[in-house]
């Protein structure tokens, strides 16, 4: 017991030290190194997980000391850093914000807090990369935020490109899904979400509603079983039954869930013994899973859906959320078409064990957009930045004369966890040469305890444990933004 009690108050020292220098290092960036022209130039698309492991990790004062040598040496390195999103998004909380049960700003954490505390200025543009020459190494970039300046366009040069642009949404072309449907990437995905939820309750319960319009607005359809489209269904039941219920106690008995799937179960990628699970979780909680169904039309009030039986089945709804899989972004897709050469995979930039695109010079790239033989998950895009940075700083201790061997990527996995609803998370973990799947209650504290920790910054968990605590206590804000 006392032994227990020494390790409590250790890690609460730990714990409290470890805030105070968070928030002391936050509110006090120290002078940083200026722009160097005789050094290379790293230029980085994105702010996403891929993006911000390869940043935090790059040593930008390691390769200064290289840089100040000699010129052609590899040496660094401004860097730049391009992306239409002046944040980083950590997405595995995204699905909460739908409902509210976390707010969206306490998952962003501004990359003026990362950039500003790089030992060097790292320039940050907030824009689109539009394209990209490999030919003449260069970028083209716009702005594409509402207010512009006399400035919008522009061409940066780059030494070297690392690029992190995720992936883009599968719609697989079929009409309707970017109009009427939503997805569930972005923050303003999330929004947007919450806002039409909401819309969809009040309109219900507008005077006179015809009672098959009633059910039409109350039926929430997500489309896709895999983590996203889950983790979404479980959060949605989660706000019905603690909060709709509450406020909305006329409407609540006639809010429907409804989870299509194409395949013939849900998260393909976990264990059998946990699919079932987290099926049988979500029949318990009412929430109606439609697999070997296809959808195969989108309108604007109902979609159709081909059964396993061939059976075409018009499905009516308010709410349509869509979590089909990526596909590449059109600026991925564009490159592709300009290198040729190896660039023969579909899903996204071919790259080598090595991060290096195929086909291209002096360009990188991790994560999402980067076809490779990894799921594209954040733990991969993680692990390909922090491996990539080493390879910069291998690469010039090497130009230094130093004898370091650069070995392939390899991929850990650490495992797969997915919030299930009602207060249970699913979890398929690695353990000694096997595999141990876990679920309940008891793995949903733990899923919580992992992306709290996962989190970047104190601020961020200060933020998220907040919210948690603040929807257990008052419950989640039903008003409509
Ligand atoms: P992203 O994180 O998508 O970042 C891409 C960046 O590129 C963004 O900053 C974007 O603004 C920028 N960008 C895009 N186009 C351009 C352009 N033309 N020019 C410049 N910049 C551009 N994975 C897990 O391992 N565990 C989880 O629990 C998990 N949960 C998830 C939950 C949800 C709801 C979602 C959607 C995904 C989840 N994932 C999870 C997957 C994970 O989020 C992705 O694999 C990860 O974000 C990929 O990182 P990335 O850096 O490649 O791309
Ligand atoms: P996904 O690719 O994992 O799943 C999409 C699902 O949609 C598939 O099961 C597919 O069969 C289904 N589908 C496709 N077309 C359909 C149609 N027309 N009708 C019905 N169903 C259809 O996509 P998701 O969930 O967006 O995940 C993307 C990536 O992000 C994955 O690699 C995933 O592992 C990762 N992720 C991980 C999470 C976690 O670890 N908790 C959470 C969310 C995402």
Known sequence: LRALKRVVQLGTIGAIGYAAYDIYNKRHPFEQKSFDPTKRTIVLLGTGWGAISFLKKLNTDDYNVVGINVKRFLSVLADVVISPRNYFLFTPLLPSCTVGTIELRSIMEPIRFITRHKSRNVKFFESECTDIDPESKTISITDVSDIKGAVSNSTIPYDYLVVAIGADNQTFGMAGVREYACFLKEIWDAQKIRTRLMDCVESAGFASQPPEEVNRLLHMVVVGGGPTGVE????????????????????????????????????????????????????????????????????????????????????????????????????????????????????????????????????????????????????????????????????????????????????????????????????DLPFLNGNVSVGGVATYVFWRSVYISYMFSFRNKFLVLGDWTKSKVFGRDVSRE
Not at 389 to 411: C, D, V
């Open 232 to 427: 979404y269904a479980a959060e949605l039941h989660d706000f019905l039954k603690d909060d709709l219920e509450l406020w909305y106690p006329e409407l609540a008995d006639k809010l429907k869930i409804t989870l299509v799937e194409a395949l013939p179960n849900v998260l393909p990628m976990f264990s059998s013994q946990l699919i079932q699970y987290t099926e049988r979780t979500f029949k318990q909680n009412k929430i109606e899973v439609m697999t070997k169904t296809m959808v195969k039309e989108v309108a604007d009030k109902e979609i159709k859906v081909l059964k396993a039986n061939n059976e075409m089945v018009t499905i009516p709804y308010g709410l349509l959320v869509w979590a089909t899989g990526n596909c590449p972004r059109p600026l991925a897709r564009k490159l592709m078409a300009r290198i040729k050469e190896g660039q023969t995979s579909p899903r996204g930039l071919l790259i080598d064990d090595y991060m290096r695109v195929v086909g291209a010079q002096d360009m990188y790239a991790i994560g999402d957009c980067a076809f490779s033989r990894y799921a594209p998950t954040a733990q991969v895009a993680t692990q390909q930045g922090k491996y990539l940075a080493n390879i910069f700083e291998s690469l010039a201790r090497i130009e230094e004369g130093q004898n370091k061997k650069i070995a392939p990527f390899e991929y850990t996995h650490q495992g797969s966890l997915a919030y299930i609803g009602s207060d249970k998370a699913v979890a």
